[in-house]
């Protein structure tokens, strides 16, 4: 009769080696580009969004929103 030894998994695992966060480090992550100025967005440091949940850069987004658009005013669209 062959007896199989239970294998012990290594020590790293048990040293608070996260093995999900290794593999994500491995691989590059895709650039994402801010819709607005067309810019890879750094998901690690800007996380916004637009209302379309759209990765934009925060000074992206708060000047597009804070910027007067033109078109037709208020009063012209109530008449």
């Known amino acids: 009769m062959v007896s199989i030894a ?8 048990y040293a608070g080696f996260d093995l999900k966060e290794a593999l994500m480090k491995s691989r590059p992550s895709p650039e994402i580009p801010c819709v607005i100025c067309s810019k890879p967005v750094d998901l690690s440091a800007d996380l916004s969004a637009d209302e379309n949940g759209k990765a934009v850069h925060t000074e992206c987004y708060v000047k597009q929103i804070t910027t007067p658009q033109s078109g037709p005013s208020i009063a012209m669209m109530t008449d």
């Open 6 to 13: 239970q294998t012990a998994l290594p020590a790293w695992i």
